[in-house]
């Protein structure tokens, strides 16, 4: 009888605590795991990320590496040593890195080779925090603490009584320099390597080391081999060795900063970022600055774990792209050029691909931090000033990766949610250059673009790769520059070629399969068809997933399908299909189909970014209920605040926006139009704190793992019968009430007249 109460109790105390509920916070960024995807590996992607200490759109980031230096997986949670702690720009593994260098304490025997000086670790020694790291490395005996600012960092360690402390410094390998200098406790170096190319050839991240202890010992190495005479030492690979002697607890502190430009900029960046503030000050800076980054969005009514998945996707959201620009000595913004390797004024930033991030990343800081995508607005120009194209994929160049020309969507929408201030002339001049012309690399302009603008499609058998996705994604794209050029008032003269060819999208249509598929420079389609073939005329997907991406017109799409009922029932069928596959195209299996497989959805591929739109659709064919319904569920299947917390790869905040936005209870299917989708919202209360001083509340008190229905929404105090909510009215300020119910009304936003934008049906 004892053991049943006892049981009992326990039962009920874990499901209070399961129901409880968050309140309003005034410290969100102690609810982010930065651990949250990190039990990854190429297979198997539960995210691909690492645990990113920074600041919001730092231009610096620093990681402890689990894996070899150079190795894209740069911190796996199943992983048992640590080789280092690394400043990276790293944007995914896929990508790797560029101007990388490496810390690392050691003590006994001197060992800097990262095999000899990788020590043991646990994850219950362990904190991570956007703002602090820390982790006691066993072999060493010492405890490493790291705090950062946007170009520098503050490290402490925590020694043990020793003769022989020692920290290490690896420039790594392709090219890099170093010099120790013990007369001011300092270290300097740079780094040339990168990952992806090309890159001017001047290309290096200088660092600089500054210690607050003497050094008992000063060496500099070299490969596999140490230097016993010169300080100074330039080769393919470099680092340095500087010991202490240390008593039982001793702290020794360096200051570290870096700079694309040159050592003078790095210690200005230095002197500027961190001065004389302690390690303590500067972490408690870094960690205000989260705070108010993170409360521009306050979330209360959720469950612990809904809280800290919200807010754990949203600092992903706000790294990349990153800064690559830097504040000179007369205060005045500069960058080094990843084009041309010069010095030159003006904002630059990098890090980021526009077919992730285009679909919800931009559209999100548009809307809650717009400033800060003004920056990089002016940094696109400079992109095309120096480069003579706008990037795809900046890494920090262009990187030949992915498909499309989606710097469309990221400058339109851009413009279109009302950001002013910058040289938009000069963007509209570089989007109409990208979209009529070949670029230096297949990712840069549009690769098969005579074929595209001849035929209205790009062809399956010219050999030009994942044609069919690149005829969709330049089809939204040139929706995307007649929305711009439309709101600029160019003349029709100009435009309506961009409009024309936005319809382009039907010239892929089957009619007997109701999908996308490959068709010949002859007008046929390819054959055989399979559906479920990943990859050849797609990209890193099938007609399944593509055959959505059609945001500028889903109403079109959903006409050639022969109307809203067959529509839905198509959309339905994603759901319903087994994760059936052919990987032939690849070789072998991918970890995205790997990752559909597994997720238990069918055909929805929720870890990669082709469908990630596809679950807001039901809203345009009548059927608002069932985004409601699959919203809800990919939220509380696919995202939690783990290791494994993702379902696929991260993607520079794409996967993340998906989740906040969702949260939120909205989704931007079109970009470059002025609405957003209507979906169901996750918390009781949302307030938006926007830039302009306005606020936007979103209540939904009846919400609750039950209730995932909208009954109905008042919009400011008024019955609102729309699928869809207008930015430019967010603006102004709004109350949003959601009224939520456990099963569906299946009457509210059935009409076409609640149906969200589409090209065809725009009046």
């Known amino acids: 009888m004892i053991k049943r109460i006892l049981t009992l109790t326990l039962v009920l105390a874990v499901s209070g605590l399961s129901a409880q509920t968050v309140g309003k916070l005034s410290d969100p960024v102690e609810w982010v795991n930065p651990l949250m995807g990190t039990q990854s590996k190429p297979e198997l992607s539960n995210g691909n990320t690492y645990p990113a200490v920074g600041v919001p759109w730092g231009m610096n980031l620093w990681t402890p590496q689990t894996g070899k230096m150079g190795n894209g997986w740069a911190y796996q949670y199943d992983a048992d040593k640590i080789r280092g702690f690394k400043q990276t720009h790293q944007p995914s593994p896929w990508m790797n890195d560029y101007g990388a260098f490496a810390i690392m304490p050691v003590t006994g025997k001197l060992k800097f080779n990262e095999d000899q000086r990788a020590s043991w670790f646990t994850h219950k020694a362990e904190i991570a925090k956007p703002y602090y790291y820390s982790v006691y490395l066993a072999d060493a005996d010492v405890t490493t603490e790291i705090t950062p600012t946007e170009r520098a960092a503050q490290f402490r360690f925590t020694f043990p009584k020793t003769d022989s402390a020692f920290v290490v410094v690896d420039a790594l390998n392709k090219g890099s320099y170093i010099k120790i200098i013990p007369s001011e406790r300092k270290i300097i170096g740079y780094t040339s390597k990168y990952a992806r190319g090309p890159l001017p050839s001047n290309f290096k991240n200088y660092f600089v080391i500054i210690f607050d202890k ?90 612990v774990d809904q809280t800290r998945t919200f807010y754990s996707a949203l600092y992903r959201a706000v790294f990349f792209p990153n800064k690559l620009y830097e504040i000179d000595a007369n205060n005045k913004i500069v960058h080094w050029s990843p084009y041309n390797g010069k010095i030159l004024p003006g904002y630059m930033f990098a890090g980021t691909g526009f ?91 549009r690769s098969g673009v005579k074929y595209y603008n ?157 469908i990630q739109h596809m679950i807001y659709l039901y809203n345009y064919g009548g059927a608002p209920w069932k985004t409601q319904y699959w919203v809800r569920e990919a939220m509380n299947r696919l995202y939690f605040a783990t290791p494994d917390g993702y379902c696929g790869d991260e993607d520079n905040g794409q996967t993340s926006a998906w989740y906040v936005f969702s949260a939120l209870g909205f989704y931007p299917v079109t970009p470059a139009t002025d609405q957003y989708v209507v979906g169901a919202p996750l918390f009781k209360k949302v307030t938006l704190t926007l830039e302009n001083g306005k606020t936007v509340v979103i209540n939904a008190p009846t919400n609750s793992a039950d209730n995932r229905y909208v009954e109905s929404i008042k919009f400011n105090g008024v019955a609102y019968d729309k699928n869809w909510l207008s930015h430019s009215a967010l603006q102004k300020g709004a109350v949003i009430d959601f009224k939520m119910s456990a099963t569906p009304n299946k009457t509210r936003g059935t009409k076409e007249s609640s149906f969200p934008y589409s090209f065809s049906t725009d009046k």
């Open 355 to 445: 077919w992730d991030t285009f679909r919800a990343l931009y559209p999100f800081l548009n809307l809650v931090y717009p400033s800060i995508n003004k920056e990089m607005q002016e940094g696109l120009i400079n992109d095309y000033k120096e480069g003579g194209w706008l990037p795809e994929w900046s890494s920090p160049g262009y990187a030949n990766i992915m498909i499309g020309n989606n710097s469309a969507s990221v400058v339109a929408d851009a413009y279109i949610k009302g950001l002013r201030g910058y040289d938009i002339e000069t963007l509209w001049e570089a989007l109409k250059h990208g979209a009529n012309n070949e670029g230096p690399m297949e990712a840069v302009g």
């Open 214 to 303: 003497d050094f008992t010992l000063s060496k500099t190495w070299s490969g596999n081999q140490l230097n016993n005479s010169d300080l100074e030492l330039k080769s393919d690979h470099t680092g340095a060795v500087i010991g202490f002697k240390t008593a039982k607890g001793e702290k020794v502190h360096a200051k570290v900063a870096s700079s694309f430009i040159s050592f003078e900029q790095a210690e200005i960046s230095l002197n500027r970022e961190i001065a004389k503030d302690s390690f303590d000050v500067t972490k408690e800076k870094a960690r205000v600055i989260w705070n108010k980054t993170l409360s521009k969005v306050s979330i209360e009514g959720g469950t």
């Open 454 to 610: 001849e035929l209205g499609y790009v062809p399956f058998d010219v050999k030009v790769r994942e044609n069919a996705a690149k005829t969709l994604e330049y089809a939204y794209d040139d929706f995307a520059i007649y929305q711009l050029g439309k709101a600029l008032g160019k003349p029709a003269s100009e435009i309506d070629i961009y409009a024309k060819r936005s319809m382009n999208y039907k010239n892929l249509f089957d009619p007997s399969s109701g999908l996308m598929r490959g068709k010949n420079a002859d007008g046929t389609f390819q054959s055989p068809f399979n559906p479920f073939k990943w990859g050849g005329a797609f990209t890193e997907g099938n007609s399944w997933h593509y055959t959505w991406s059609v945001f500028q017109d889903i109403a079109g799409l959903a006409k050639l399908m022969g109307g809203n009922e067959k529509f839905v029932e198509k959309l339905d069928s994603v759901f319903s299909m087994p994760p059936i596959f052919d990987e032939s195209a690849y070789g072998g299996v991918i970890h995205e189909i790997r990752e559909m497989q597994i997720a238990n959805m069918g055909q929805y591929a929720h870890g990669n970014q082709p």
